[in-house]
């Protein structure tokens, strides 16, 4: 820990700094959390939190959690995937507040660990969902769907009547993921006050997959 320690700091090449940094992290010791602490404020701080989210202290949760309001995409997203390492209570809660990142790699990275957190997850997402940009609200309705999480199903049909078409597109894709007898119906209702025919194409598609499921 000690040599890659002052690899990390004081190498001449990030790269082998990088690689130092990342070794420190999956080496899983204890004793590399003070060298990951240090390098929190420095350049590669967005491996020095992946390394704490590895090495799995949960006193670092606070240090970690304030890099999820970084300028930097690469930082918030590995900060944020560091608290699921971590165990922090209010992990879902900040991935959840992420899916509405202004950088889509982010927006992508904390939705696969929402989604394995089940109900809990969709949960998390339900409580910061009004305040989600539109492409948030896209990931958003696919994880309601995904997971069948039942209190967004009335909001689910409000989004396919009411919403800009990328949002509509992706309750038609919620709802067709929710099954034959809550899908069809609601589906069918929507045909006709959708006016994108991307949005038609999808309904009907969807239509199409849940008829030939219960059949």
Do not use: C
């Amino acid at each position: 820990v000690g040599e890659l320690a002052g690899i990390a700091e004081r190498h001449t090449k990030l790269d082998a700094k990088r690689l130092a940094i990342r070794s420190l992290g999956r080496s899983g010791k204890p004793d590399a959390r003070v060298p990951l602490r240090l390098l929190l404020t420095s350049e590669n701080r967005d491996l020095a939190a992946e390394g704490l989210g590895l090495v799995g202290d949960a006193t670092d949760i606070v240090r970690v959690r304030a890099l999820l309001r970084d300028d930097r995409p690469e930082v918030r997203r590995r900060a944020a995937l560091a608290l699921v390492g971590l165990h922090d209570e209010r992990a879902l809660d900040a991935l959840a507040e992420l899916l509405g990142d202004p950088n889509h790699a982010v927006r992508f990275a904390v939705y696969r660990p929402l989604l394995q957190a089940g109900q809990p997850g969709a949960a998390a997402v339900w409580r910061v969902y009004p305040g989600l940009p539109a492409p948030g609200r896209q990931l958003a309705l696919r994880l309601f769907g995904d997971l069948r999480y039942q209190p967004a199903r009335d909001m689910l049909e409000k989004s396919v009547a009411e919403g800009p078409w990328p949002v509509q597109l992706s309750a038609v894709r919620a709802i067709g993921a929710w099954g034959k007898a809550e899908g069809i119906d609601v589906l069918k209702k929507a045909a006709r006050h959708v006016s994108s025919p991307i949005v038609q194409a999808a309904i009907r598609d969807a239509l199409a997959q849940l008829q030939k499921a219960g059949e």
